[in-house]
């Protein structure tokens, strides 16, 4: 393994690992949100004791989530310092954005956290908000440093004596690249608002409600499967309909629109993505198939001519670049570009068809936990959000490459001289799996030990109601 | 003129340093005291062990992990104002970073798996794990900092850094800088818990261990010293070359003692100021003596900070966010740390949550 794959291999690791619980980080709050605003609503238990459970949930995924990003952060540095050297000053802005969004998001997450019986509910709840609003806007800004990465502007660049001023890609001078070039000034509003800023937080923010929403969705379709009728589960299902089926619905025409946009702004990632190899008008999408970079066909697939036209430029006529028109020192890894879009695809638009039909049943005041079936869809469906998003990460940054700042500097340039990276890999793997087993066994305990109905009865019958539910939040393990 | 070096002195990458040394410091007081109270429960003993933990746990949970982003804010303002010097560190300081953050996630981690799993023997274990990584990380913060003071950190004359990435820290100075910071931070820790803990024996095990971790800092930093004079000349040249300097570590030898008799006459809320004091004399001591350098004797703070167009926004931003955050970080501690007394008594009473049955339902 070559150090350069080794470190690609360690970023794509960590990302992945980091993105599964920032996700959580942003989602899970406004779901406590939501539970523990019916609770005041409407005084059900369940609500209390879902809010509850799901602050906790959260704990645990935030938790891991911050360090885990901390380690990414550093890993820029570690890992890509040529690209830091250059790019550092012009990425500040929404990185310095973001650091306070994440100070808030964790003030105001250990204040709804720890203070349940310490300030009025009304606050509380409003704790809860700003942690919502916060996580979500730490996400988009850190989308926006990332979509910097794929129409990199707003600098001057002193490159051989010569200064040139990027006030937009096109302003590159060809051929030239940033490495040991330098940026003598920096225009960090134009920089932090590139072309893909709004196209791609928008799509991520709306993922990550997408994602948790369908998995908690389905967590709880499965426990109510086995234990039938339990309003705690009922609760949840509704929640997390309402969150996960809204961004369903949201996330493909988001997804429309970065499409266009990446088909305008990162023709050769576009290109890859759908396995676009001629250049020509009435261009067709394909479905499918495997994109054979030696032979620059694709094997098995089937075409649908003049479609892609339509969807990249709302013309069937328009042309659209192909593979075979961008260098092949500039071309992304087509296979694994084009299977990450389709899988991508593939589960938004099953995510589409659940949403409208969960959005459906509760506009129409139909429960949802009614239809056996759609329980049973709801249990396969949870994993879809996660892989989509895994799947749409992988579009994002191997559709970049061989850029880690696109056009002007190449992954290769950046990497660090450090030798031996392999090991750093190892070492993460192997962390990175201990902490999702361990991750994954303490949410099953606290899944798996919800309140039974006749405990949440028992509650909320008259006599001490207080302490039977403190007993019920707390579960049958008794904690520190 | 002197009016124009004044001004020199408030270019826009000197404010950024001096905001790096600020949350350098908001973090040793607040980061360092989380990692000390993990060097506390890896060293609780005897029968009130679990009562120290315990105590340590509630301190540590609501906070830790605000506490924990001043050290992304100092990341991303090194990477934001000083690249070139950003790039040489994590490039030379590979491994020791990668050694640390692999310490950041367990102790993390480790900490949460513990509050929030079962009350089992096998996830008890998690304890340890959160103890050990909290001991050996503030050791690995200390590597990277001493290394940084070393001077061992060269670059070639086309700017890249030269390195075989073991020597700018694998020698005596940079541990020894390691050492003196785990034990500064589990006093501080110690220190912090006297004044939070209610029990009088459990207050008088943490005296006990505050006022041995002060000795441990002592020791450690004297080792530090004295591998600073061929370690880290540029260090010694500065901490030993003036009266100010002198006076300075008179000073800071009069905090710690003092601390030290706060403890012992029971004035646990002096001891804590005076235990602040220390840190804050610690790191702008470190700071002092980098003497204008962002790193020794390369590269230099003056000239080397990014362009303008993106430090007066940072800063503009940095004023602005810290307005509002300093507000939000009094109202945390506020809420959390407030004399436990009244914090324990309000922890007795059970909530009374009225319930559905109780209440009418809303009015539409």
Excluded: C
């Excluded at chain 1, 962390?431 to 899944?447: E, I, K, S």
């Excluded at chain 2, 794990?129 to 940084?148: C, E």
Aim: charge should be neutral; avoid cysteine; hydrophobic fraction near 55%.
């Amino acid at each position: 393994m070559t150090d350069l794959f080794a470190a690609r291999s360690l970023m794509a690791f960590s990302l992945g690992f980091h993105i599964l619980f920032a996700l959580s980080g942003m989602a899970m709050p406004v779901l406590m949100v939501l539970a523990e605003r019916r609770w005041l609503a409407r005084r059900d238990p369940a609500d209390y004791v879902l809010a509850r459970r799901w602050a906790k949930g959260t704990a645990i995924l935030f938790a891991v989530g911050a360090v885990s990003g901390t380690a990414l952060s550093f890993e820029l540095g570690l890992l890509w310092p040529e690209f830091m050297k250059q790019a550092g000053p012009v990425i500040g802005m929404p990185f310095s954005f973001e650091g306070f969004a994440f100070f808030f998001e964790g003030i105001f997450l250990g204040i709804y956290l720890f203070g349940w019986d310490r300030i009025p509910p009304k606050w509380h709840l409003r704790a809860g908000m700003l942690v919502a609003m916060f996580g979500s806007l730490s996400g988009f800004l850190v989308t926006g440093a990332n979509a910097w990465m794929n129409t990199p502007q707003g600098f001057d660049v002193m490159i051989g004596g010569v200064t040139t001023s990027i006030r937009t890609m096109s302003d590159w001078p060809a051929g030239a690249t940033l490495l040991g070039a330098k940026v003598v000034e920096v225009r960090p509003f134009e920089a932090m608002f590139s072309p893909a800023f709004a196209e791609q937080a928008i799509h991520a923010v709306l993922a990550a409600f997408g994602a948790v929403g369908f998995g908690v969705a389905g967590i709880h379709a499965w426990m109510l499967r086995r234990d039938p009728g339990n309003a705690f589960h009922q609760n949840a299902i509704r929640h997390a309909l309402i969150v996960g089926g809204i961004a369903a619905i949201a996330l493909p025409l988001s997804g429309d629109f970065s499409a266009k946009h990446v088909a305008s702004w990162q023709p050769a990632k576009f290109a890859a993505m759908e396995a676009h190899w001629e250049t020509g008008p009435n261009a067709p999408l394909v479905i499918g198939g495997l994109p054979d970079e030696a032979s620059t066909r694709n094997v098995g697939a089937i075409e649908i001519p003049s479609v892609l036209s339509f969807m990249a430029h709302g013309d069937t006529s328009a042309t659209v670049i192909g593979l075979k028109d961008i260098p092949a020192d500039r071309r992304p890894p087509v296979a694994v570009t084009h299977a990450a879009f389709q899988i991508m695809v593939a589960a938004g638009l099953t995510m589409l068809v659940i949403g409208l039909t969960g959005i459906w049943f509760l506009v129409r005041g139909i429960a949802p936990w009614s239809r056996p079936w759609f329980l049973t869809t709801l249990v396969w469906a949870s994993p879809l959000g996660f892989i989509a998003v895994e799947a749409g990460w992988t579009v994002t940054e191997v559709g970049r490459q061989p850029w880690i700042a696109n056009g002007m500097l190449r992954t290769a340039e950046a990497v660090t001289p450090m030798p031996g990276l392999v090991w750093p890999l190892i070492l993460y793997i192997g962390l990175y799996a201990l902490l999702g087993v361990v991750v994954a066994t303490l949410l099953r305990y606290h899944v798996m030990e919800s309140p039974s109905t006749a405990e949440l009865a028992d509650a909320t019958r008259a006599g001490a109601p207080s302490a039977a539910l403190a007993e019920l939040v707390e579960g049958r393990h008794a904690i520190v | 003129m002197p009016s124009s070096d004044f001004l020199a002195l408030l270019a826009p990458g000197n404010i950024v340093a001096v905001v790096i040394v600020v949350a350098m410091l908001a973090y040793a007081l607040t980061g360092g005291a989380d990692f000390g109270g993990g060097v506390l429960d890896l060293l609780a003993t005897g029968p009130r062990a679990g009562a120290q933990r315990r105590s340590i746990a509630r301190a540590i949970g609501p906070i830790w992990e605000a506490n924990h982003v001043w050290l992304l804010v100092v990341l991303v303002l090194m990477f934001v104002a000083f690249p070139t010097a950003f790039a040489a560190i994590m490039t030379a300081l590979h491994l020791p970073m990668l050694l640390m953050l692999t310490g950041i996630t367990l102790r993390g981690s480790a900490f949460v798996f513990r509050a929030y799993g079962p009350d089992r023997p096998e996830w008890r274990r998690w304890g340890l794990v959160f103890g050990a990584a909290s001991a050996v990380t503030p050791i690995l913060l200390g590597v990277v900092f001493g290394a940084i003071s070393s001077g061992r950190i060269t670059l070639g004359l086309d700017g890249a850094v030269k390195t075989d990435f073991v020597s700018e820290w694998l020698t005596p100075f940079p541990w020894a800088t390691g050492l003196m910071l785990q034990s500064l931070f589990a006093f501080l820790a110690a220190t912090y818990l006297t004044v939070e803990e209610d029990d009088p024996e459990v207050r008088n095990d943490f005296r006990r261990m505050a006022v041995r971790a002060s000795y441990a800092f002592f020791g450690t930093a004297l080792l530090a010293a004295i591998m600073a004079r061929t370690g880290a000349p540029h260090l010694w040249a500065t901490l030993a070359g003036s009266y100010q300097a002198w006076a300075m570590q008179a000073v800071l030898a009069g905090v710690a003692i003092g601390a030290i008799v706060a403890l012992e006459k029971d004035r646990f809320q002096l001891a804590r100021v005076l235990a602040g004091a220390q840190v804050t004399l610690v790191v702008l001591g470190w700071a002092a003596s980098q003497a204008g350098w962002i790193l020794v004797g390369q590269i230099p703070l003056a000239g080397s900070a990014a362009p303008d167009g993106i430090l007066i926004p940072v800063i503009l931003a940095l004023v602005a966010g810290l307005a509002l955050l300093i507000p939000t970080f009094v109202l945390l501690f506020w809420l959390f740390h407030r004399p436990s007394r009244s914090v324990a008594a309000r922890m007795e009473r059970t909530p009374s949550i009225p319930l559905q049955a109780e209440v009418a339902p809303p009015v539409r």
